[in-house]
């Protein structure tokens, strides 16, 4: 899905100034947030780029803002961290950039996440429940507790659901938005939280607190996948990484390294739901 960045630059060979570097490799410059998509692009760098005839400096970012602005001020070659829900967000308040979701990668899914319930079905009356304050993922943690009973939402609601569209619920629940990165951290003062699956393993939450629930894989439109500015989505160097993140060894680096929470995309389909690996519960 092609996602409108306008951006007076070449091809990711011609912004990296000399094309290739004294190993004949083309340099590209890729933004990411830190776990898990900078982690498998070190992987891909350490073991997959130089056959490739790929260099990569992945420069990492903790926000989900500055990554589409660099890549949009020509700081970055590509960024691998959104989905496209998060970019046509994103987009929409920027109207002058062009940029293009290149195509799924992987999916981590969102959990329900607590550091003094045990059980779903033990959620206080009046219990308070972060979510990302973000508009994407909050419509998206919306869903997710509304799938798990703990909210109503409005038979009229459309597209991304917000805080208005939760009806009365049987718990009765306030639901806080969080920044994103600040959900991990915000728990200890919270029933509950829904907190994005990069964040969840950056604070180690699979190991260090109760997951009440996840969301379901199925027809999930929250991949996370490669963007560049659109008139590169056909550059031959994005192609080829765009390749690798998506092959065999990349999948079972994913498989192997996050145990099921990190799920790799295999053409419009993710693997497995997350929980059915050796991923904690």
């Not at 005839?53 to 700081?75: F, H, K, S």
């Not at 062009?98 to 550091?115: Q, R």
């Not at 718990?171 to 959900?183: C, G, H, K, N, S």
């Not at 790799?264 to 904690?280: A, C, F, L």
Request: aromatic share 6%; with cysteine.
């Amino acid at each position: 899905m092609v996602v409108a960045l306008t951006a007076a630059c070449g091809s990711p060979s011609e912004r990296a100034g000399e094309g290739t570097d004294e190993e004949g490799l083309t340099p590209l410059r890729v933004g990411a947030t830190p776990t898990p998509h900078a982690e498998i692009l070190e992987f891909v760098e350490e073991n997959l780029a130089a056959d490739a005839g790929l260099r990569l400096e992945i420069v990492e970012y903790t926000d989900y803002n500055q990554p589409n602005a660099a890549l949009a001020e020509g700081e970055l070659d590509a960024n691998y961290y959104q989905t496209v829900p998060f970019l046509e967000e994103y987009l929409a308040g920027n109207d002058d950039v062009d940029l293009s979701y290149v195509s799924d990668v992987h999916l981590e899914a969102f959990g329900i996440y607590s550091e003094d319930v045990s059980d779903l079905a033990d959620l206080p009356e009046g219990a308070e429940i972060g979510v990302p304050n973000d508009a994407s993922n909050m419509g998206r943690a919306l869903h997710l507790l509304a799938s798990a009973d703990v909210i109503t939402l409005a038979e009229d609601t459309e597209g991304v659901p917000t805080i208005d569209d939760i009806e009365d619920g049987p718990l009765d629940v306030t639901v806080t938005p969080v920044e994103a990165a600040q959900l991990p951290r915000s728990l200890q003062d919270l029933d509950a939280a829904v907190v994005n699956g990069n964040y969840a393993l950056d604070a180690d939450l699979p190991n260090t607190a109760n997951t009440l629930a996840w969301e379901s894989t199925e027809n999930n439109p929250y991949a996370n996948g490669l963007v560049v500015r659109s008139e590169d989505v056909g550059a031959e160097d994005i192609v080829r990484l765009d390749e690798l993140l998506h092959g065999p060894e990349v999948h079972d680096f994913m498989e192997e390294r996050w145990q099921g929470i990190v799920l790799p995309v295999r053409g419009d389909r993710v693997v497995e739901e997350p929980g059915t690996s050796d991923s904690p519960d």
